[in-house]
């Protein structure tokens, strides 16, 4: 398994039903055909543990920079048994083997049944990374335990991603024209094969919810502001994905004209980017993105990279600004974060004294010190000197903020979560950090014991969480009767946030003013 630092820093840069009522299906059956024809030729996938899994199977095909086609077709039975290649990107931690730039464009399934005639609710599951790092195959994200647990289709998907998926070229030709979103596109063109294919792997193509951590729920909300997107799915869940992630098109623009310059590339070269080794091509891309943006430094302004661009058609608005386009007022919502997340936590820090706190918190709030204190109290009455030095400050304020603008926009529901159990390895990033919420709402914590440990409490959590997951999953409502306390739908008004613990509780608006204090909400 990937080391914890790696891992976290795959999710950093954006870039990762009720279990007391489970039916008890038949086990799958030996004798079943694995085969099954999809709309480009048939596959073969496995069957463990009650759930049959096909993995890598092809949705599209791309020339560099242009949207995704139909994938050619074939006649011989594919074998659908491991995970396809990775995305290209820039990170050590996926071996050279593993990195494609023509054959990344594939999906995975998990579900309980095949040809039962059955139309089980689905998943997709979208990973974070930002829009330039990440992949479908981390353990912690296999879709084995909820296909089980919760008898729903998990599906998740491999994108283009940094500077294939989202290099504005428009200026340079209509045959540019979405070369700025064509990452975005293919998870439509996911979405499509999804819906055109899932019946047979025992889903229902009319009842799809989208899921994404860090990257992947900004990928969920910009799929919201995408016309081509529009009725592929009806129901959303985006963890700890509401930093606003998008560029204007003048931004994305003028980042293209700076990758030219780096190549030494005129206007009129451009076709000539179709050549360009992947690592020259990434090198001047990631020249451009300092020039532009500056460092990607969490928080600041160049943390994203290569991302989406507003251009009107194929996004219609940047999301999170603060909320979504028309296209998805219909669209169910759950929303939350972790209590952490990207903080450099003081947990390790045992002998912190409150004083060390505010002579620490001093150098941020100077005179507003007391003020953050007292604010901390009330929304944390049990707080200790290194919660003070520890709270996340990015996600929870937009996420509050994002929350706010749904509950207004639409009457559809809007539920919002706050992880606040603090992992218990020692090892770990300590605190609820960032992607915390991921093995734990995935029912994995087993493949991820080093973030969550292996002990009853994370179990037991991983319980409860996993099934407000797959119940949202179901019927737009995480509620989980006589597991969790009632998780009634958001409000600017009444802040409903279910607060996952060891000991799971609604609170209401309990942090805003501490939240509004560190970035105001307005």
């Given at each position: 398994m990937?080391?914890?630092l790696?891992t976290c820093?795959?999710?950093?840069?954006f870039?990762?039903?009720?279990?007391?009522?489970?039916k008890s299906?038949?086990?799958?059956n030996?004798?079943?055909?694995?085969?099954?024809?999809?709309?480009?030729?048939?596959?073969?996938?496995?069957v463990?543990?009650s759930?049959?899994?096909?993995?890598?199977?092809?949705?599209a095909?791309?020339?560099?920079?242009m949207?995704?086609?139909?994938?050619?077709?074939?006649?011989?039975?594919?074998?659908?048994?491991?995970?396809?290649?990775?995305a290209?990107?820039?990170?050590?931690?996926?071996?050279?083997e593993?990195?494609?730039?023509?054959?990344?464009?594939?999906?995975?399934?998990w579900?309980?049944?095949?040809?039962?005639?059955?139309?089980?609710?689905?998943?997709?599951?979208?990973?974070?990374g930002?829009?330039f790092?990440?992949?479908?195959?981390?353990?912690?994200?296999?879709?084995e335990?909820l296909?089980?647990k919760?008898?729903i289709?998990m599906?998740?998907v491999n994108?283009?991603?940094?500077?294939?998926?989202?290099l504005d070229?428009?200026?340079?030709?209509d045959?540019?024209?979405?070369?700025?979103?064509?990452?975005?596109?293919?998870?439509?063109?996911?979405?499509?094969?999804t819906?055109?294919?899932?019946?047979?792997?025992?889903?229902?193509?009319?009842?799809?919810?989208?899921?994404?951590e860090?990257?992947g729920?900004?990928k969920?909300?910009?799929?919201?502001?995408?016309?081509?997107a529009?009725?592929?799915f009806?129901k959303?869940?985006i963890?700890s994905g509401?930093l606003?992630n998008?560029m204007?098109?003048?931004?994305?623009?003028?980042l293209?004209?700076?990758?030219?310059?780096k190549?030494?590339?005129?206007?009129?070269?451009?076709k000539?980017?179709d050549?360009?080794?992947?690592?020259?091509?990434?090198?001047?891309?990631?020249e451009?993105?300092?020039?532009?943006?500056g460092p990607r430094?969490?928080?600041?302004?160049?943390?994203?990279?290569?991302?989406?661009?507003?251009?009107?058609?194929?996004?219609?608005?940047?999301p999170f600004s603060?909320?979504?386009?028309?296209?998805?007022?219909?669209?169910?919502?759950?929303?939350?974060?972790?209590?952490?997340?990207?903080?450099p936590?003081?947990?390790?820090?045992k002998?912190l004294?409150?004083?060390?706190a505010?002579?620490s918190?001093a150098?941020e709030?100077g005179?507003?010190t007391?003020?953050?204190v007292?604010?901390?109290?009330?929304a944390y009455?049990?707080y200790?000197?290194?919660d003070?030095?520890?709270i996340?400050?990015?996600f929870?304020?937009?996420?509050?903020?994002?929350?706010?603008?749904?509950?207004?926009?639409t009457?559809?529901?809007?539920y919002?979560?706050?992880?606040?159990w603090?992992s218990?390895?020692?090892e770990a990033?300590?605190?609820s950090?960032?992607?915390?919420?991921?093995?734990?709402?995935?029912?994995?914590?087993?493949?991820?014991?080093?973030w969550?440990?292996n002990?009853e409490?994370?179990?037991e959590l991983?319980?409860?969480?996993?099934?407000?997951?797959?119940?949202?999953?179901?019927?737009?409502?995480?509620?989980?009767e006589?597991?969790?306390?009632?998780?009634e739908?958001?409000?600017?008004?009444?802040g409903?946030?279910m607060?996952?613990?060891?000991?799971?509780?609604?609170?209401?608006?309990?942090?805003?003013?501490?939240m509004n204090?560190?970035?105001?909400?307005?």
């Amino acid at each position: 398994m990937r080391p914890l630092l790696k891992t976290c820093t795959l999710f950093l840069f954006f870039a990762a039903i009720s279990f007391t009522s489970c039916k008890s299906d038949p086990e799958p059956n030996a004798e079943v055909d694995l085969v099954i024809e999809t709309t480009n030729g048939k596959i073969t996938g496995s069957v463990n543990d009650s759930v049959y899994a096909y993995k890598g199977i092809p949705y599209a095909k791309a020339e560099r920079f242009m949207p995704p086609q139909d994938p050619v077709a074939w006649d011989d039975v594919r074998e659908c048994t491991d995970f396809g290649p990775v995305a290209r990107q820039v990170v050590p931690w996926y071996p050279d083997e593993m990195q494609s730039e023509t054959d990344l464009f594939s999906l995975n399934i998990w579900t309980r049944g095949i040809k039962d005639g059955k139309k089980r609710p689905v998943m997709v599951w979208l990973h974070g990374g930002g829009f330039f790092v990440g992949a479908s195959n981390d353990p912690m994200t296999y879709g084995e335990a909820l296909a089980k647990k919760g008898d729903i289709v998990m599906v998740s998907v491999n994108h283009r991603l940094n500077i294939l998926g989202f290099l504005d070229l428009s200026a340079y030709g209509d045959s540019y024209a979405q070369s700025a979103n064509v990452g975005m596109l293919d998870i439509v063109k996911a979405l499509e094969w999804t819906k055109n294919n899932i019946a047979k792997f025992g889903g229902d193509p009319s009842d799809v919810t989208i899921v994404g951590e860090s990257g992947g729920g900004g990928k969920v909300g910009t799929l919201m502001c995408m016309p081509a997107a529009k009725g592929l799915f009806n129901k959303a869940i985006i963890q700890s994905g509401t930093l606003i992630n998008s560029m204007t098109q003048e931004k994305s623009q003028k980042l293209a004209a700076t990758v030219l310059e780096k190549l030494n590339l005129t206007p009129e070269d451009v076709k000539k980017l179709d050549t360009i080794p992947y690592h020259d091509l990434v090198k001047a891309g990631n020249e451009a993105v300092a020039e532009i943006s500056g460092p990607r430094i969490p928080g600041s302004s160049g943390m994203f990279g290569f991302a989406p661009s507003v251009d009107g058609e194929v996004l219609l608005q940047q999301p999170f600004s603060p909320g979504f386009a028309d296209i998805s007022k219909n669209i169910p919502v759950m929303i939350g974060s972790t209590l952490n997340e990207l903080m450099p936590v003081a947990y390790g820090n045992k002998t912190l004294t409150l004083e060390q706190a505010k002579d620490s918190l001093a150098k941020e709030y100077g005179d507003g010190t007391d003020e953050f204190v007292s604010l901390y109290e009330k929304a944390y009455p049990d707080y200790t000197p290194q919660d003070l030095l520890s709270i996340d400050k990015m996600f929870r304020p937009y996420t509050i903020r994002t929350a706010d603008a749904r509950a207004e926009e639409t009457d559809a529901p809007v539920y919002a979560y706050l992880l606040a159990w603090k992992s218990p390895v020692e090892e770990a990033s300590k605190g609820s950090f960032h992607g915390l919420d991921i093995p734990l709402a995935f029912n994995t914590v087993d493949l991820r014991a080093d973030w969550t440990g292996n002990g009853e409490d994370a179990w037991e959590l991983s319980d409860k969480m996993s099934s407000a997951w797959f119940n949202f999953v179901k019927k737009a409502d995480p509620n989980v009767e006589g597991v969790l306390p009632e998780w009634e739908p958001y409000t600017e008004e009444n802040g409903a946030t279910m607060y996952f613990d060891t000991e799971c509780r609604i609170v209401h608006n309990h942090d805003r003013a501490l939240m509004n204090f560190i970035q105001p909400l307005d």
